[in-house]
């Protein structure tokens, strides 16, 4: 059985940081792409990132590259992708989910919201 479990969110104040986690489980790691979503309250959800299994293979929403707060890493060996977070500004909050998707492809099945499996999602919230 696939799993996908999120991990690192929680209450920060603006300016700080976070690192998220995405770890996974039932699957061959190597053989995905893992993406990351966020839903901000009353917004729709959308992309924050996702990155491939090569090197260079990794994208970003487009407001968020010029910003350049995110960065999305993965760590094979742990099965876990990661998002660190910088600079949190209030709008940032919102619940932050990953997916994974097989790699073929990967990054207009990230466009297209379309994963194969989807994490229960964690929570961020940027408040003073």
């Known amino acids: 059985q696939v799993q996908l479990v999120e991990s690192g969110g929680g209450l920060v104040q603006p300016g700080e940081s976070l690192r998220l986690s995405c770890t996974a489980s039932?699957?061959?790691?190597?053989?995905?792409?893992i993406a990351w979503y966020r839903r901000a309250p009353g917004k729709e959800r959308e992309g924050v990132g996702c990155?491939?299994?090569?090197?260079?293979?990794?994208?970003?929403a487009r407001s968020l590259e010029l910003e350049g707060r995110f960065t999305i890493s993965r760590d094979n060996a742990k099965n876990t992708v990661y998002l660190q977070m910088n600079s949190l500004k209030p709008e940032d909050t919102g619940v932050y989910y990953c997916?994974?998707?097989?790699?073929?492809?990967?990054?207009?099945?990230?466009?297209?919201?379309?994963?194969?499996?989807w994490g229960q999602g964690t929570q961020v919230t940027v408040s003073s």
């Open positions: 990155v491939g299994n090569a090197p260079h293979s990794t994208y970003y």
């Open positions: 997916g994974a998707v097989e790699h073929l492809g990967f990054l207009a099945k990230y466009y297209d919201f379309n994963m194969d499996y």
């Open positions: 039932g699957l061959s790691f190597g053989d995905y792409a």
